[in-house]
């Protein structure tokens, strides 16, 4: 996605029709952005449009060192989260203790786009954050971090629950086969 | 080695995010474990369908852009006061440098005002109305 820096600055000056062509050539990516973590249409909306409207508050000190789409995903990706904070969905859940051991080694084949999807809209928000901004848009760890306010540390963590949650909901939809077998308690 | 150890690592290990010196010893034991070594391969596939998931999927509702660009509009139009096209700190800077000049140029304007006002004072007190009353 390429912005003209010509548009961009318009859009510093005030030019309220240079702002609609830029949310027009970046709506797909910002909205889509913002569904993948908050996980429904409604708050997707609201959120993408508060994105812009702090986006439009905040060009005229755009200093054009970062991509503007760049400081888009980022204005995103913050506003998102801050709506998770504030429907308190950001909490971690319990996990339960795994008593799982292999049963036998198998090879996973590709996964639809489609699959991935539909999973990742059923997990927790805190999982569902850290996956997309890890995998999808490919943020790094400290990154990740500074956003959910947390230290990179718990950031690791949540991610590497995340990527057990996710593959726990692919078995779980016969979207790959079991690896795992239930320890028998006695 | 064994597989228990190796396991809370191995999501970080299929997406190549190991530090060179875990990595050094969760590798050689996921390359001699078969049980491992599916379990990382099933990570590092579901990862690339992460990836390969589109960065603009998903159109928003009909007239989004027009909507924002409306709310936009509405905030420009809100806007108390004008701010000057310059940044704080070169304000200051030439509110600094050109001390001297600023406070001249205030000096002649009060005693010009003061001036003015005494005249007009002057003149009014010589008026013929004044002179009845």
Known sequence: MEISPDLVEA?????VKAFEALVRATERQVYTVVY?????????????QEVYLKVWKAIRHFRGDAAVTSWLYRVATNAAIASLRKRKRLADPVEPDRLAEIEAPAVTPAV???????????LPAAYRTVLVMRETYGMSIEEIARQMKSST???KVRLHRARLRLADELERAG?????????KTS | MNCERVRPYLTAHAAGELPAHTESWVAPHVEGCAICTSLAQRHATIGASLRALPEAALEPPPG???AVARRAGQEERRKPIPIPPMIPAEMIKVL?????????????????AGAAWLAW???KSRSPRAQGA
């Open chain 1, 153 to 155: 540390g718990a950031a």
């Open chain 2, 96 to 112: 600094t440098d050109n001390r001297d000049a600023i406070v001249g140029s205030a000096g002649v304007l009060l005693a010009g």
């Open chain 1, 36 to 48: 993948r973590i908050v996980g429904n249409h409604d708050d997707a909306a609201d959120v993408a």
């Open chain 1, 11 to 15: 859009c510093r000056r005030g030019d």
């Open chain 1, 175 to 183: 979207v790959v086969v079991p690896l795992r077998r239930e320890k």
């Open chain 2, 121 to 123: 004072r002057a003149l």
């Open chain 1, 112 to 122: 639809e786009t489609g699959d991935v999807e539909a999973a990742l809209a059923r």
């Open chain 2, 64 to 66: 989004f852009a027009a």
